[in-house]
């Protein structure tokens, strides 16, 4: 019998720790997929944010490392500096790249680091409990946000994608979401394609996946799904937003 | 040679192909240096975006296997404790170099001591100790930089020069010596792909039951190693010492020209000037005022290191103490003068 399917090399064969219904697991498989897919498995090095993919290392099958929470694109500067040759990664949340590593994440993209981005936006803090995320939308309800997000107060959700495409330094930026197979097949061709960009070395790529969080956005799976297709799609537009990899 | 530059350039020879820091005076002849050096050396230099991101580029560069260090000055070391305090936690070597200004806060550009606390108490978060060196000479500086790099490695832990502003802008002659320190073994845990090995990882965070408190025995292991292995002084003129003057770094060096005065005058005076302030030379300095009636501290802050020879000696009844805070400097002759006064 010809096998079709089967659990990649990249993967390790431990259960996670994420709630039912996260896009983590989905994102971590699409990733070892691809790795697997591109030869590169023994050659690479991904960086774990702090958050809810802190243990990232206990489901990769390839060498990972911790970096201090919003720090993985200093992290990974200065990994594929030393080991050109390598293939280089950072996995972050919202909370991680957009609010206390915005720093990190700007100049790394505007040194057009030759690195790949995997940018995971669900809108809150996940590992914390569901506070309020720069990506949190207006009007959501968190638990630092108890009667919706007041952007008076709190001010906007941060488009990061938009925000990068300004920097020469960025190659190729794509948003995407994991809500349904056709749009899990096109994030995974996005990842691939910022995998393929930084083998190729064009520099800085990222792609940003929206991801539901059905535990702290206290809402069942399917309702999640929903709300990423028709709340944050909205105000996070799907697509390219850069490709300078041609 | 400057010592900033002395200090840059003992560090390449030593074998660091990584430098990432950040611009503040006193220390920005490191970066200017390093920014022509390390490429014409073979390795990689980034100004980084901030001291955070520069300190964690260290982080990254010893996590795939390089000799890699930052330098700045006190509010930037302050910065840096966020990444220092991850690497003892990963057990990763680093190279770090303060060349202290005066503070708190923005405080001034005068050379100072007030980062000892911050040194070798802690200073980032968490249970933890931070090889500290004071040189006093530009010579001593390029040679501790070397001997830093081995410590590092050899016990996987970071390690600070901790020079001020004084010794960094300081021109004296130099000689760089041949590397002299034994073959270490091949790094084991770094990152480099996987290819032919299990996949490895690299972590601070322990969450399981009793696994943190596992991990902090072994690193307090270590440490205890370290303070049986590792302790550096220099003894002046103690052998018939009556008054002992414990001051470390430039201001060690300072007291050994208030002895000299002093012995002019008949007074038999001696100065313990320890190098390594953690490990801290508790039982040498104690040995070292066994016999003598009086011991004065010097220090670049109001207190810091007194506190240590305190618990070295168990015995405050001798134990004076002078202070120029906020980029002040005793000369000679102030120190003498103290020592005059307290043998009253």
Redesign the interface.
Known sequence: MKQIYCRPESLKDNANSYCPGCGHGIVHRLIAEIIDELGV?????G??PVGCA??A?DY?????????HG?PP??????K???PD?VVFTYQGDGDLASIGT??I??SANRSDNITVIFINNANYGMTGGQMAPTTLPGMRTTTTQNGRDVKVSGYPVRVCELLATLEGTRYLERVMVTDPANINKAKRAIKKAFQAQLDGKGFSLVEVLSPCPVNWGKVPLESLKFVKEEMAKYFKLGVIKDETV | MKGNEAIAEAAILAGC??Y?GYPITPQNQIPEYMSWRMPEAGG?F?Q???E???I??????S????R?MTSSSSPGISLKQ??IS?MAG?ELPAFIVNMQRGGPGLGNIQGSQADYFQSVKGGGHGDYRLLTFSPSTVQEAADLTAEAFYLADKYRNPALLLSDGILGQMIEPVEFSENKFPKLPPKDYI??????RN???????MMGPGVLEKHNFKLAAKYAKIEAEVRKFEEYKLEDAEVVVIANGIIGRISKGAANLLRKDGIKCGVFRPITLWPFPYAEIKAAAANAKNVLVVEQNMGQMVEDVRLALLDDSKVSFLGRPGGGCPFPEEIAGKVREIIK
């Open positions: 498995r023994e050659k690479t090095i960086i774990a802190v243990f290392y990769w099958n390839f060498d990972v490392t911790e970096a201090p720090r200093a992290v990974a500067c200065a990994v500096r030393v080991l390598r720093n990190e700007i100049h | 192909s990584f990432a990689s980034i980084a975006e901030s955070l991101a520069a964690n580029m260290v982080l990254g560069a996590v795939a296997g390089a890699a966020e990444g991850y990963m990152l480099d792909g996987c290819k032919g996949p490895r990882s690299l972590f601070s965070l």
